[in-house]
T-cell receptor, first 115, second 109 residues
Framework: EPEVTQTPSHQVTQMGQEVILRCVPI?????FYWYRQILGQKVEFLVS????????KSEIFDDQFSVERPDGSNFTLKIRSTKLEDSAMYFC?????????????FGNGTRLTVT | RKEVEQDPGPFNVPEGATVAFNCTYS??????FFWYRQDCRKEPKLLMS???SGNEDGRFTAQLNRASQYISLLIRDSKLSDSATYLC??????????FGKGTTLSVSS
């Protein structure tokens, strides 16, 4: 079964540094997402992306965050200047369509630790 | 007001038991509903979509009550491997899924 893959599995960075989290969505999917989960908290939507544009973003996704699809396979999340409160699991997801009924397929996540 | 609410549990049940979880949502315009399963420190995995007429997948049954704005998940004949956190997720018409905090199930022998 096709999978969404994410790298690295764990990223440790110092406050103020830039990080880039990488994802390879399922190959025939067209819609891409980033979610995050702070330890012990719920999974929270960050951003959705389609046709090289952001479709929707949450209030969490402020100017410190950006997304990019630099080539035909990768989808990245950049945090420009990390803060302690950015420490969380970051999940990439993809779906075949943007239909509300289209389920999301999640990657195995990147654990970001900001020290 | 929380958008999607779940009883966090934990629900501790013996193998073979039947257990039910509820999830309430606040946005009456919500269009689609899902149950995901999440193992400790892993990604959410789709368990099942929830359809208006209710639907069943093996030991799992999901139901939707639009009037009362809740969805439910029933697990019959619980297995040890069913131990996990069950996340309710709701789409309110955009591209975002809104998740509940999850209900933890522990099945013991």
């Amino acid at each position: 079964e096709p999978e969404v893959t994410q790298t690295p599995s764990h990223q440790v960075t110092q406050m103020g540094q830039e990080v880039i989290l990488r994802c390879v969505p399922i190959s025939n999917h067209l819609y891409f997402y980033w979610y995050r989960q702070i330890l012990g908290q719920k999974v929270e939507f960050l951003v959705s992306f389609y046709n090289n544009e952001i479709s929707e973003k949450s209030e969490i996704f402020d100017d410190q965050f950006s997304v990019e699809r630099p080539d035909g396979s990768n989808f990245t999340l950049k945090i420009r200047s990390t803060k302690l409160e950015d420490s969380a699991m970051y999940f990439c997801a993809s779906s075949a369509t943007a239909s509300p009924n289209s389920p999301l397929h999640f990657g195995n996540g990147t654990r970001l630790t900001v020290t | 007001r929380k958008e999607v609410e779940q009883d966090p549990g934990p629900f501790n049940v013996p193998e073979g038991a039947t257990v039910a979880f509820n999830c309430t949502y606040s946005n009456s315009a919500s269009q689609s509903f899902f149950w995901y399963r999440q193992d400790c420190r892993k990604e959410p995995k789709l368990l099942m979509s929830v359809y208006s007429s209710g639907n069943e997948d093996g030991r799992f049954t999901a139901q939707l009550n639009r009037a009362s704005q809740y969805i439910s998940l029933l697990i019959r004949d619980s297995k040890l491997s069913d131990s996990a956190t069950y996340l309710c997720a709701v789409n309110t018409g955009g591209t975002a899924l809104i998740f509940g905090k999850g209900t933890t199930l522990s099945v013991s022998s």
